[in-house]
């Protein structure tokens, strides 16, 4: 299998003052072979998030070479990246930033409409399937405020996936969530995995890295360690039980 995202010497720091520099990210070498299942994990403050965003182009690196689907995004200009991610990459957060004016259906087309890849009734055909696999198909005409935050992370995920990503980053995207909703949200990112897309989410919660097929462990800016769990395929709470204790047992290993 090729590797959808090769990311080599990365390296990240961030000014403090004229003369200080805080690095963030450290030697970072990494490969995620196409459709492979992954999660971050780490303390808060480990760099986490910034090896998402800057892996993802949606922040510069300080040096170092990251190549998404055989192309180096190192050194594209800010335009061609955001046209890279635009048609590429599906991004996740903990929090989804919806229009309080719009119905769901309306928010999830709305960049698809901006884009003008596909005529208007297509797009929202494949709204509505992707609302319908999510289980949210009823809820096209509510808006925001008429949404649990389970649904409206599903909305987010529907938003994500209009452009047929081929690959979906998540910056703790069941962070919010009960734990029954945290089930359902990775039992769909499961799905979404199995048909093809490569996801890389970035999480605090054992759970949800149980659920994911190879889980990296982030320390002071550098990828420490990794755990190879293999695809989760089925949803037998036994078998998600199983690998929750593996993985915890090997956090305690590795000192976290
Ligand atoms: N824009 C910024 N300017 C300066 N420092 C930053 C900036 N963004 C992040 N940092 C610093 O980089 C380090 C890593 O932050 P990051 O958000 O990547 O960590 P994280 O592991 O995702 O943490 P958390 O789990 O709390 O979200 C932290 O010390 C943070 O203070």
Redesign the pocket.
């Known amino acids: 299998m090729k590797d959808i995202l090769e990311v080599n010497n990365l390296n990240k720091s961030?000014s403090?003052n004229k003369s200080e520099e805080?690095a963030?990210l450290r030697n970072i070498d990494l490969r995620i072979p196409e459709g492979q299942f992954v999660s971050v994990m780490?303390?808060?403050?480990?760099?986490?998030?910034?090896?998402l965003y800057t892996i993802s182009g949606m922040d510069r690196m300080t040096s170092g070479q990251v190549r998404f689907d055989q192309e180096d995004i190192s050194s594209l200009p800010d335009k061609t990246l955001a046209a890279l991610r635009r048609n590429k990459m599906g991004f996740i957060f903990q929090q989804i930033h919806l229009l309080k004016n719009l119905t769901l259906l309306d928010n999830i087309v709305l960049s698809e409409y901006l884009a003008g890849r596909e005529s208007r009734k297509a797009i929202n055909r494949r709204a509505r399937e992707l609302m319908s696999e999510m289980g949210i198909a009823e809820l096209e005409d509510r808006d925001v405020t008429q949404a649990s935050g389970g649904q409206l992370q599903r909305v987010g995920i529907c938003r994500a996936l209009m452009n047929r990503p081929k690959m979906i980053f998540g910056d703790?995207p069941t962070g919010a969530l009960n734990s029954k909703a945290t089930s359902e949200i990775m039992a769909l990112l499961g799905r979404i995995n199995r048909s093809g897309t490569t996801i890389l989410l970035?999480t605090?919660d054992v759970k949800v890295a149980a659920r994911t097929e190879r889980v990296l462990l982030?320390e002071d800016g550098r990828i420490v360690g990794e755990q190879h769990l293999g695809k989760y395929e089925q949803d037998r709470n036994d078998d998600a039980k199983l690998r929750e204790e593996k993985l915890s047992s090997w956090l305690l290993q590795m000192g976290v």
């Open positions: 961030y403090l805080q963030v780490g303390a808060s403050g480990s760099g986490k998030s910034t090896l703790e970035v605090h982030m």
